[in-house]
């Protein structure tokens, strides 16, 4: 199976009433850090603070990504995915922010969507493992329907809350249904455990498949 990664984003999101980030500050941590920036800021004026969204700097294909007024780091791939590395470059920039301004993530945040080329039929994979369960038997019997499973989405935790995962797999329709597109988004407060977790990520997907095309 060929893995195609769109995009892989690793983040933290800060939520400080107190300290309000300053894109010249960010971009000096970026400069401290050894990034190359990719965004030209207006010189300082006396008292001014300064807010950005958007892309400020990059390291080992590595785009960094900053939203000072909602106070999130995020650090982006596209076309692949080097997870250490990603999650090194975020705990640097975390590490910095934090001494600078005295502050913790009130959270940290795995968004990764990719596709995955197969020579099966994944239509006709979850059309099997749909004749599998009773539910879906019923409402085909009761409205004279054909219904079928459209992939699975699995989730754990609360949403719109720290700790948060939810993970969907569907067939891939740009294929004709010849492989899958999955998304996955991973939040937790921890960062020995979102860590962890995001390094388990490729093995979740790959043991989740392999259930969905035990039929």
Known sequence: MLEKTRY???????FSYLSLFDARDV???M????????????PPEFGERIGMAGYIAEIDRNLIYVDTDKQV?????????????????????????NARYNVLPDFYELAW???IETDKN?????????????LLNDINSELVLNFALFGIRLFSGTPNSPKWFDIRIEPNLSRNGMGYHIGVIYRD?????????????????KKLIEHIENV
């Open 8 to 14: 892989f984003k690793v983040a933290c999101r800060y």
């Open 27 to 29: 971009a000096e941590i």
């Open 31 to 42: 400069q401290k850090l050894g990034f190359k920036p990719v965004a030209k800021l207006p």
């Open 73 to 97: 780091f995020r650090v982006v791939s596209f076309d692949f995915v080097d997870i250490p590395n990603s999650l090194n470059t975020l705990k640097l920039i975390v590490n910095e922010v």
């Open 113 to 115: 969507e990719l596709t």
């Open 122 to 134: 994944v239509l006709e994979i979850f059309q099997k493992q749909s004749q599998k369960i009773s």
């Open 189 to 205: 407060k921890d960062w020995s455990e979102f860590s962890e977790q995001v390094m388990k990520t490729p093995d979740i997907i």
